[in-house]
């Protein structure tokens, strides 16, 4: 089973589009925010829409929380200025835990990012025995474990930082199969069995391109748990932020994919993207200075 979660930006009414068709913005270091990207655009189809991954600099979390912030203010810069969206989903959970405060307080341009699910999660369980799947540094941060202070105090919260589930989702789409064995090792430790026999039973995945693998982790999970997805709950806050598609909305155009390096395009990637409804892939370089 699924569950989706509220999530969104902290402005609460809908807000004009500046143009009569809005043009939404989904980022992400990488590939994961396809995810997002598909349950958008289930929710405004009239949208014209940009795919920006900012693959240069994958995985964001090899990166100080100072270069990240850098990092994300400079491309989203650039971006903002080349297309003008109306609204920005950082699709992306280690941007969203550290760098959404920093883009609303630069930008006027209105911002939906994803955060770890840990409240409904909570609300959900029945052996209060909860994982949280994501990158290292998303568990490290101490947003998340703010997160379970507040909302999971009565939870047995497992934390499992995945160093390589992000790269095997990028591998996977690019048509570079990975084996069972290297996931089910990434997600084995979610699965936790109490002294009384209680087992988790509520997995949260907390980056978003562990989506691209869920039916692999369905497969291989060794009992059958809830996953939370966060992406359905993102569309929904578009739709609050921008509203419902007009009865007489204008035809979409193309959609686009945006690369700030490239490296990683292929053929099978390309066949991939298209699959998802991306047309056009372009690269707007912008390398990673480390210095």
Known sequence: ??????????????????????VILVFDSGLGGLTVLEQVRRARPDAAYVYAADDAAFPYG???????????????????????????????????TLVLPALRQRFVTPFVGVVPPIKPAAALTRTRLISLLATP???????????????????AVTLVGSKNLAGYAEAEMAGEPVSDAAILAEIAPCFVEGPDGARTDVVCLSCTHYPLLLPRFERLAPWPVTWIDPAPAIARRVIQLLGEMPAHALDAPPACAVFTGGAGLNPALGRSLERRGLSETVIEAMPLTLC
């Open 137 to 155: 540094g998303t568990v490290a941060r101490a947003y998340t474990h703010d997160l379970v202070a507040n909302f999971a105090g009565d939870c």
């Open 62 to 96: 090899a990166l100080t929380e100072e270069r990240l912030v850098a990092r994300v203010i400079a491309v989203m810069e650039r971006l903002l200025l080349r297309h003008a969206p109306d609204l920005v989903v950082i699709a992306c959970n280690t941007a969203s």
């Open 1 to 22: 089973m699924r569950i989706d979660l509220m999530a969104g930006a902290t402005l609460s009414a809908a807000l004009p589009a500046q143009n009569s068709q809005p």
